[in-house]
Structures are given as C-alpha cells and as structure tokens.
C-alpha cells in the first residue's frame, strides 16, 4: 500500500527543502539539546521550522525512557530523527519518488 504526504508549497518536501539558518533562540536551544551534531554556531543552517522542533522535543520522552539504560542508544535514535528531520544534506540520504499536483494546489509525493 503505498501513502501520499500532503506539502503545502515544494519547498516543504523532504528532499528540495530550503536550508535555512535557524534564527530563533529556542529552535536553537532545542537543537543544542537534541541535534548538537547539527550546531554549526550562529550560522546554523537546518531544513526545519520551530514547530518541527518542539514536534520533535515532545516526542523524545518515550523513547528516552526505553534508551534509559543506554545513553549511546538513545544518542544513536536522537541522531536518526534528527538528521531526518532537520538535517541541512537531506538530498544526500532522502529521494522522493514522485510528486502530483491536486486541483486544491498541494503537492504530494508517493513514499
């Protein structure tokens, strides 16, 4: 069975969206908490919002429970979601297969 993800504009697809550099104070502390590897210093540069990354800070409690007796466990899952999620080279690991335009304007790609 195959699934569609609705994007709102083609810079919000996995592979193609923008690097940005993550301005905002909090993005950038959650970052440092969650996704060190991807702090660069004050330039940044990510392919996730703030809301992404408080999606991303609400959903590590269960699985920092689970990785509780090891930590490089838990590293290795944070690593993961956080290269997925926000990771600046997501065309280097990440290929869409497809993309349709609907009459309301949002794209979709086929996973």
Known sequence: MQSLRIHESPTQQFVG?????????????????????????????????VNQLHTLQSNMGLPQQFFLRCPSCYNNFLNLYCYLTCGPHQSRFLQSNGTEVTPANKQLSKQ
């Open 17 to 49: 969206r923008r690097r940005r550099v993550m301005e905002d104070p909090v993005g950038m502390d959650i970052l440092r908490t969650y996704c060190p590897d991807l702090v660069t210093g004050n330039q940044t540069k990510t392919c996730c919002d």
